[in-house]
């Protein structure tokens, strides 16, 4: 097996080739005048199996663009076989169409993927693991929740209370709950689907005088997280610990979620930011090792 670090996630990259003690392939990347993407192998990769890292976060046309061509070339300079490791699979939320005419741009993307010639993918906490059986090929959704919880453990959050700002975040905050034992809740959130602006809906929890940490899979805006700090802030938190697997941080989001009362934010390396504590590289090694 090798592995080949895409330009969107060198580190990582090399850190799970390091961690699976597997030849780490570099390639030759870079955009032409007009902005358009080149990639070049400069390894021979006939008949090897191909791992390719590469995270979709923002600019994530370009690095779409840029997986696809790495999947295209590496099956084209004859690899046995090619995964895409994608830890932040873009157009993840668009897993449907919630207005009429509306793209359904996750399905998109994975008809490019495969068209492209993947083998097998595997993304980090999907925002939908359900919107994966679009894929015809084997897939997997890995998680770093628990890698998060560790964390906070080893913050001295042992104890606080898990929420998750939605439902859809419940899983994943009963995740962080089984390793910090403090009790776990959700939110009522709605998100206007043509504004983006999102309602919460207050519940009163027991948090006077806790910690809490507030887990989800992805910070955009901060809108979500910034509405779930305040809540517990009011209801008198002691530390508040946001936490995430993909970090996008638009606009200012970490210093907005900040000044909403957290402590702590806190992210993974599926996205490179200066929240990045945790890396997703263990869990990604544990399953190639598992799947070769
Ligand atoms: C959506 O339901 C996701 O799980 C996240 O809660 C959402 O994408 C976060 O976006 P934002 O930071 O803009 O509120």
Request: net charge negative; glycine share 4%; charged share 25%.
């Given at each position: 097996m090798i592995v080949v670090p895409g330009p969107a996630s060198k580190e990582l990259g090399i850190k799970i080739g390091t961690l699976l003690g597997a030849r780490v392939v570099h390639v030759e990347f870079k955009h032409f005048p007009d902005g358009e993407s080149y990639v070049r192998y400069i390894d021979d990769i006939n008949w090897e199996d191909v791992v390719i890292v590469q995270t979709t976060s923002p600019p994530q046309d370009t690095r779409l663009v840029q997986l696809l061509l790495l999947i295209d070339a590496a099956k084209d300079l004859g690899a046995r076989s090619v995964t895409a490791i994608v830890p932040y699979f873009a157009?993840?939320?668009?897993?449907?169409?919630?207005?009429?005419?509306?793209?359904?741009s996750l399905r998109t993307m994975i008809k490019l993927i495969e068209a492209a010639g993947a083998d097998r993918f595997v993304t980090v906490?999907?925002?939908?693991?359900?919107?994966?059986?679009?894929?015809k090929i084997p897939t997997a959704n890995l998680s770093a929740m628990s890698l998060l919880a560790e964390y906070a453990k080893e913050c001295g959050l042992e104890g606080a209370f898990s929420l998750a700002p939605d439902e859809h975040a419940l899983p994943r905050a009963k995740i962080v709950e089984s390793v910090l034992n403090g009790g776990c809740d959700w939110l009522p959130k709605e998100r206007?689907?043509?504004?983006g602006k999102i309602t919460v809906v207050e519940k009163t929890f027991d948090v006077q005088g806790k910690d809490a940490v507030v887990v989800d899979d992805i910070i955009s805006t901060g809108g979500t997280m910034i509405a779930a700090t305040s809540i517990l802030k009011k209801q008198n938190a002691r530390r508040v610990a946001v936490m995430c697997a993909?970090?996008?941080?638009?606009?200012g989001a970490k210093e907005k979620i900040i000044e909403a009362g957290a402590d702590m934010v806190v992210g993974t390396d599926s996205v490179s930011s200066?929240?990045?504590?945790?890396?997703v590289a263990p869990i990604v090694a544990d399953y190639l090792r598992k799947g070769f």
């Open positions: 157009y993840s939320r668009q897993d449907k169409r919630f207005r009429p005419g509306e793209a359904i906490d999907v925002h939908n693991p359900d919107a994966l059986r679009y894929f206007d689907s043509i504004t993909h970090a996008l941080l638009m606009g200066d929240v990045t504590t945790v890396s």
